[in-house]
């Protein structure tokens, strides 16, 4: 699998953006970025996947560097439900007879202040 | 649409005994994952199944650990016989397969082995 690197941790302010990088200098070509996250308590849930392109959903943004190397996950206005850890991760392997597997790694705690 | 379901939420058993963890994944899913989910080693992918056939059960810790789907919608974890380093939250979740598959996690199940 393709490693990923994230901060241990981030802090935000309530209503503020937060941008959230993610470093994945061995991608290959056909590589999707994947992000989930995981609020207290619950399972993961899934936010946002993109490949080259930028990406826009209901929950944030991705933005993917030109080299692929990185990606940010940006969420324009911090609420505090968005307080959880946040993983940057590149599916494997890449089969639709087999389907993929997700690696988590430690992820991102996003602490996000009132 | 339920999401993916499972049973029990919490389970308390003692070191010695068998322990089914219960799984329904999200209709017309053809993919079905089993992590486990610990302080000291995050979360881990036990094994996946697609088609009902497993894939990847690398993750397996023992032969302590089973895991079957005998049909599209139900699957199960078997930890027999169980033992106080099997204490976790399980989670199950699926996917529509394919090699972007996003997955959908369920609550989780919450295991003490005293």
């Known amino acids: ?44 849930e899934y936010v946002i996947h993109g490949l080259t392109s930028n990406v826009n959903n209901r929950m944030a943004s991705l933005a993917i560097a030109e080299d692929r190397k990185s990606s940010t996950l940006i969420l324009h206005r911090a609420t505090l439900r968005d307080a959880a850890v946040y993983y940057c991760i590149l599916p494997s392997p890449r089969s639709r007879a087999s389907g993929s597997r997700l690696t988590f790694g430690e992820g991102t705690q996003l602490t996000v202040n009132p | 649409d339920a999401g993916v379901i499972q049973s029990p939420r919490h389970e308390v058993t003692e070191m010695g005994q068998e322990v089914t963890l219960r799984c329904k994944p999200i209709s017309g899913h053809n993919s079905l994952f089993w992590y486990r989910q610990t302080m000291m080693r995050g979360l881990e992918l036990l094994i996946y199944f697609n088609n009902n056939v497993p894939i990847d059960d690398s993750g397996m810790p023992e032969d302590r650990f089973s895991a079957k789907m005998p049909n599209a919608s139900f699957s199960t974890l078997k930890i027999q016989p169980s033992e106080p380093r099997d204490s976790a939250v399980y989670f199950c979740a699926s996917g529509s397969g394919g090699a972007w598959d996003t997955q959908y996690f369920g609550p989780g199940t919450r295991l003490t082995v005293l």
């Open chain 1, 1 to 44: 699998d393709a490693k990923t690197t994230q901060p241990n941790s981030m802090e935000s302010n309530e209503e503020e953006p937060v941008h959230l990088p993610c470093n994945h200098s061995t991608i290959s070509g056909t590589d999707y970025i994947h992000w989930y996250r995981q609020l207290p308590s619950q399972g993961p």
